[in-house]
């Protein structure tokens, strides 16, 4: 069973590019907590944390149901595959995360609409995350690829050396 993949190698090139400015943001391992049903917890704003504030939420959690406290877990510290980027509900920073397909895709509707400001190390973690979503995908999302490379293309241009003329 394989289906067609495409390796975009200029993505990959524009992912070296953006590297050292987007390495500047501070992003968290992800986190989550396990239940004593077994069940991850969720609340209104999902269930993925930072570690410090899946510390504070496991010790409310542990405080409203002591007889079970020891039955809840922090669970995590590594990279899950994610469709959205996760974003800390607490404290608002970004978790750590493997983008998938769709990643790539929601982001692209955001910058399409919204282009990223060259310099900016936050908009560059995010189209790199975009970018990284996108840089082997199915035949289908091909034309996604182009277009998230040509946003890139933006960020990582060099202004043409054209003096002496
Ligand atoms: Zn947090």
Redesign the pocket.
């Known amino acids: 069973m394989t289906r067609d993949t495409i390796h975009h190698t200029e993505i990959t090139e524009l992912i070296n590019a953006l590297s050292p400015l987007a390495a500047t943001v501070r992003t ?1 391992a992800l986190h989550w907590i396990t239940t004593p049903s077994g069940d991850w917890h969720l609340d209104d704003d999902g269930g993925l ?2 570690h ?2 899946a510390e504070k939420v496991i010790a409310e959690l542990r405080q409203a149901d002591p007889d079970n406290a020891d039955d809840y877990f922090l669970d995590g510290g590594w990279q899950t595959e994610e469709e959205i980027p996760p974003i ?1 509900p ?4 970004k978790l750590e995360a493997s983008p998938l397909a769709y990643w790539g895709l929601w982001e692209l509707e955001h910058f399409a609409a919204n282009p990223p400001t060259p310099g900016n190390a936050a908009h560059a973690y995010e189209v790199r995350e975009m970018l990284v979503a996108l840089e082997v995908t199915d035949t289908q999302y091909g034309d996604a690829a182009q277009k998230a490379a040509a946003i890139a293309r933006k960020l990582v241009s060099v202004t043409p050396d054209t003096g002496g003329e």
Do not use: R
């Not at 607490?90 to 920073?93: A, H, L």
């Open positions: 968290e944390y930072c410090d504030c800390c607490k404290c608002g920073v």
